[in-house]
């Protein structure tokens, strides 16, 4: 994998305004996972959305970082979910930033998938939203592994 940058995937603003997946409620109300990978497969932003899911393209669970107990398969759910338009016509998304509980060892993780949880049907399941890179490999032993989000938000999108 050539983890090199965060983008949020082209095919997830279309996919929401075309209302294509089922159960999709809106990211407020749905449960919105982070899960963590290494540097094996390719993210690309312009993936068709067959390959944006959880499971799916490069973010297949054989390229993600688990630990069985705190950071496990699937990932962690974000809390905390903020939206806000600001008057220069932007709108960002934000949440809490995200620590796996407890002790835990971690190592290999360039970054990671943040996908809708509650989408069950339409062309992928669990589709990916957005994906963000970490700046190389992290590593955590016996300790916590905390993803912080930019403080200017996880995404922002200009309208």
Same mark, same amino acid.
């Given at each position: 994998m050539?983890?090199?940058?965060s983008?949020?995937?082209?095919? #997830?603003?279309?996919? $929401?305004?075309q209302?294509? +997946?089922? &159960?999709?409620?809106?990211? %407020?109300?749905?449960v919105l996972?982070v *899960?963590?990978y290494? &540097?094996s !497969?390719?993210?690309?932003?312009?993936a068709?959305v !067959?390959?944006?899911?959880y &499971?799916?393209g490069a #973010?297949?669970?054989?390229n993600?970082?688990?630990d069985?107990?705190?950071?496990?398969?699937g !990932?962690?759910? /974000?809390?905390g979910k903020t939206?806000s338009? *600001?008057?220069? %016509?932007?709108?960002?998304?934000d949440?809490?930033? /995200?620590? !796996?509980g %407890?002790?835990?060892s971690?190592s &290999?993780?360039?970054g990671?998938? @943040?996908y809708?949880n *509650? @989408?069950t =049907? %339409?062309?992928v399941?669990?589709q990916?939203?957005?994906?963000?890179y970490f700046? +190389?490999?992290?590593?955590?032993?016996? =300790?916590?592994f905390? $993803?912080v989000?930019n403080?200017?938000g996880i995404?922002?999108? *200009?309208v």
């Amino acid at each position: 994998m050539a983890f090199t940058q965060s983008k949020m995937f082209r095919e #997830w603003p279309s996919q $929401v305004l075309q209302k294509s +997946g089922t &159960n999709f409620l809106g990211m %407020g109300t749905d449960v919105l996972n982070v *899960a963590l990978y290494n &540097n094996s !497969g390719t993210p690309d932003k312009d993936a068709a959305v !067959g390959s944006t899911g959880y &499971n799916t393209g490069a #973010w297949a669970v054989a390229n993600e970082v688990t630990d069985a107990t705190n950071w496990v398969a699937g !990932g962690r759910a /974000l809390s905390g979910k903020t939206f806000s338009t *600001a008057v220069s %016509g932007a709108c960002t998304f934000d949440a809490t930033d /995200l620590a !796996g509980g %407890g002790t835990l060892s971690l190592s &290999n993780v360039y970054g990671c998938l @943040i996908y809708d949880n *509650a @989408i069950t =049907g %339409g062309t992928v399941a669990k589709q990916g939203i957005s994906f963000h890179y970490f700046g +190389g490999p992290q590593t955590v032993s016996a =300790g916590t592994f905390t $993803v912080v989000w930019n403080a200017s938000g996880i995404f922002t999108m *200009a309208v």
